[in-house]
């Protein structure tokens, strides 16, 4: 794989560092990396949040401490681990600066499933990895696939910040939308994707069927449909899946609802059960780590409407492989492109497909 550039994981760097290890983050994140840490024998050394988030609470058996605090601690000569993610512009900016005035790394922890997508990973399914950035349609997404798999290794942001691009691109150049499109959104949330695309088609589209399984979101969805949209509109409170069936949902009112081992009893459908024949013209799923069973749920629609598709592939660390050959494998004549949008870690990894 000559995209392959790094030949160190950020686990082994931070093994071998010497310098104090600091987290910047609490929560799930935090939480990760602590128990990789636990596992790899990596010791932490400090804990800080944002100024604002500093209010004399602990985590993990820390003092939260503000990064002035810790500087005047341990000095500048520190190792800063992001811990936790974002795509807002104000933290990106102060990722970035973080990231020229320390030495700071985003160690890649999966979003769902286990396992870490260090050497060993990237050496175990290399063929997989190297047939994925081949099939890539454009250069633009295999620079994006190569930057994605240095970073992943590494943790280091700048590879991020090299193939990041803004979504105008994307509807302008790949997916195109017209006013007639029937629109399947697997993962609405509260109607954020629609409200992108109809800016793109001047508020007109021929349908739209919408899945959104958090019932917080649901009601946002509704709200939203209910004032802002007409016409054929169809909203299903279920998640995407292989089948209709039902599962257990962690219902966190946000764009990380996902399966759990506790949670809500959650209905999940099959999209070519919710259209039954209907057309699909534009197909997007971001539905948390079962994009692979959405898709095999969605077979029959893509194999006879052959819609664009916008698929997340970052949640899983066999997405960037794994989701490009099934996609090719329901539909050989898709061309496949890939896209980072501006978020650190590698969060908002898209795969777009075309015929």
């Given at each position: ?101 320390f030495s700071l790394v985003a160690p890649d922890v999966p979003v769902a499933g ?76 509260n109607g954020d994707t629609i409200r992108e695309l109809l800016g793109y088609t ?97 077979r029959h629609t893509i194999e006879t409407c052959r819609p664009r598709l916008n ?45």
């Amino acid at each position: 794989m000559e995209f392959l550039r790094e030949e160190q994981s950020v686990w082994e760097y931070l093994r071998e560092e010497k310098r104090p290890i600091v987290l910047y983050g609490m929560g799930d994140g935090a939480d990760k990396i602590l128990r990789v840490f636990a596992d790899k024998g990596i010791r932490a050394t400090a804990v800080f949040a944002s100024d604002e988030f500093v209010r004399g609470h602990s985590f993990a058996g820390f003092r939260v401490q503000k990064l002035s605090e810790v500087v005047a601690a341990y000095g500048e000569d520190i190792v800063i681990v992001l811990s936790f993610a974002s795509q807002r512009p104000e933290l990106l900016a102060r990722f970035y600066e973080l990231d020229a005035r320390f030495s700071l790394v985003a160690p890649d922890v999966p979003v769902a499933g286990g396992g870490l997508f260090d050497l060993d990973y990237v050496r175990a399914h290399a063929d997989d990895l190297q047939r994925a950035y081949d099939e890539m349609a454009d250069a633009q997404s295999r620079q994006v696939f190569a930057d994605i798999v240095n970073f992943k290794v590494s943790g280091k942001i700048a590879y991020l910040r090299h193939c990041e691009s803004g979504k105008d691109e994307v509807f302008r150049n790949i997916l195109r939308p017209t006013a007639h499109e029937h629109f399947a959104d697997l993962g609405a949330y509260n109607g954020d994707t629609i409200r992108e695309l109809l800016g793109y088609t001047g508020g007109a589209y021929a349908s739209i069927t919408a899945l959104e399984p958090d019932r917080r979101n649901f009601k946002k969805l509704s709200r939203y449909a209910d004032e802002q949209l007409s016409g054929d509109v169809r909203l299903v409170q279920a998640g995407g899946w292989s089948a209709d069936t039902e599962l257990t949902f962690a219902a966190k009112a946000g764009r990380n609802s996902a399966l759990a081992a506790q949670g809500v009893p959650t209905p999940m459908r099959a999209l070519d059960r919710v259209l039954d024949g209907r057309p699909c013209t534009l197909l997007k799923m971001d539905v948390e780590g079962a994009e692979r069973e959405a898709l095999l749920g969605a077979r029959h629609t893509i194999e006879t409407c052959r819609p664009r598709l916008n698929i997340a592939c970052y949640h899983r660390n066999e997405d960037l492989f794994a989701l490009p050959a099934l996609v090719r494998s329901l539909c050989p004549d898709y061309r496949l492109y890939l896209r980072h949008h501006p978020y650190v870690p590698a969060w908002d990894v898209n795969l777009y497909a075309t015929v």
